[in-house]
């Protein structure tokens, strides 16, 4: 029979975090691409006579795309659908003058089309090269973005006695890689497992962009409530027995949110009281409210996959960069 989680405290020690299980292979399939960017190795002296990066002319950025081509769209725009950059990022690079258009610095709100020629400074993509991704198994009791109701942020926990002993990423951790960390899809605080902090727009577009494909997998314990956590008829133990089939139906197609239906779930028994969901979008609490419309109560949420990215075995608490070979 299985154990029924309840929920500790938070925030929480390692001990103290709910044991989780995957019965089944959690190996992801290929789903979306990623657009992270690492840092190179250090390049070999330059040749005498050659000039540096910062003098050389700016390279291409893209082909022109003869697609809509009279439709003018903002600059910043265009380089983030082009996935050079986000939009934030590309105003910076013009602000600073890293952007040609037809061979002219771009000026910021500028309107653009198709056919015109964008060129970006070898600077951007330098600077681009220093940003980082990490990859933080986020305990309970810590929100994903800014400290909020006397909550701490999970990004307090990227610092160096956390880094993962068995992170095999080339890369010293400097203070500057805390700056500007944004999560890219974020956990509730009574949520634990993968969390993605970034300082690269580009996987931050990939990952919770309007047009994301990347799958979220996670491992959900219910109770069957009916009638509320708090009212009667709740079963604890075995819910999945219990559990109608037609509303197991309906939590992978046929739910809405804020009235808009909700894109396709895969939804399973992974034992008797937890469920796996794979989801490829992320509405505000968007399992648990499912849930509850199904009758059934959250008690432990845990997310163990992005793409093709995993939790594996990453400490609670702990964290590691996105490999230069990972892929979301």
């Not at 509730?188 to 931050?204: E, F, H, K, P, Y």
């Not at 034992?271 to 409210?289: A, H, S, T």
Request: charged share 25%; with cysteine.
């Amino acid at each position: 029979m299985s154990k029924t989680l309840s929920l500790p405290k938070r925030p929480q020690s390692a001990a103290d975090q709910p044991k989780w299980e995957a019965t089944r292979s959690s190996r992801p399939a290929p789903s979306g691409q990623s657009t992270a960017r690492q840092a190179q190795p250090p390049r070999s002296p330059r040749p005498q006579g050659q000039m540096p990066a910062a003098a050389r002319p700016p390279r291409p950025a893209a082909r022109p795309d003869s697609r809509d081509a009279s439709e003018p769209v903002r600059l910043n725009k265009r380089l983030s659908d082009l996935g050079l950059c986000s939009r934030r990022e590309g105003d910076e690079w013009i602000e600073r003058g890293w952007v040609l258009v037809n061979g002219r610095v771009a000026q910021m709100g500028q309107q653009v089309t198709a056919l015109d020629q964008i060129e970006v400074a070898p600077q951007a993509t330098a600077q681009q090269g220093a940003r980082v991704t990490i990859l933080l198994h986020k305990p309970i009791g810590y929100v994903s973005g800014l400290p909020e109701d006397g909550h701490q942020s999970a990004a307090v926990l990227v610092q160096p006695r956390t880094r993962w002993k068995e992170d095999r990423v080339p890369r010293r951790f400097e203070a500057g890689h805390t700056r500007g960390l944004a999560p890219a899809g974020r956990l509730d605080i009574d949520s634990t497992g993968l969390l993605i902090l970034t300082q690269d727009g580009r996987v931050a577009k990939a990952l919770i962009g309007e047009d994301s494909e990347v799958e979220k997998e996670y491992l959900v314990r219910v109770h069957w409530a009916p009638n509320g956590p708090k009212g009667v008829g709740v079963v604890m133990q075995d819910p999945q027995a219990v559990f109608p089939p037609e509303r197991l139906a309906l939590l992978r197609h046929g739910l809405s949110l804020d009235g808009q239906p909700l894109r396709p779930a895969q939804v399973e028994w992974q034992n008797p009281d937890q469920l796996r969901f794979v989801l490829k979008e992320g509405k505000k609490r968007q399992i648990r409210r499912m849930c509850e419309q199904v009758g059934l109560h959250v008690v432990g949420l845990k997310r163990i996959r992005i793409g093709r990215v995993v939790l594996g075995n990453l400490p609670l608490g702990e964290w590691r960069f996105l490999g230069e070979n990972e892929r979301f």
